[in-house]
Nanobody, 119 residues
Framework: VQLQASGGGLVQPGGSLRLSCAASGSIFSISTMGWYRQAPGKQRELVAIVTSAGMRKYADSVKGRFSISRDNAKNTVYLQMNSLKPEDTAVYYC??????????????WGQGTQVTVSS
């Protein structure tokens, strides 16, 4: 199983970015998919998660600015980030809890994508 993230980059404060993360491999089903981030010198923190039923949870710091969605047919999760602030600068990691075709339930991480918000 692999999670491939994309969409990071450099953006000015107030700008927008959209991250994508596609899961591939021997996947039977995916329960939660989400995004975490880690800024230099800080612990990795939850940004947003979405369940297979569409329930969403956001970190307080991103509520009203970020929106998480998923395409179950494509095993892909998206993070639309608007009104970006310098404090959103971090490496963003996608994450999934999934059941493989061999009926192993486990947690997987993507490789991380850098988001830099700076003028």
């Amino acid at each position: 199983v692999q999670l491939q993230a994309s969409g990071g980059g450099l953006v000015q404060p107030g700008g927008s970015l959209r991250l994508s993360c596609a899961a591939s491999g021997s996947i039977f089903s995916i329960s939660t998919m989400g995004w975490y981030r880690q800024a230099p010198g800080k612990q990795r923190e939850l940004v947003a998660i979405v369940t297979s039923a569409g329930m969403r949870k956001y970190a307080d710091s991103v509520k009203g600015r970020f929106s998480i969605s998923r395409d179950n047919a494509k095993n892909t999760v998206y993070l639309q980030m608007n009104s970006l602030k310098p404090e959103d600068t971090a490496v963003y990691y996608c994450n999934a809890n999934l059941l493989t075709t061999t009926r192993t339930y486990d947690n997987y991480w993507g490789q991380g994508t850098q988001v830099t918000v700076s003028s």
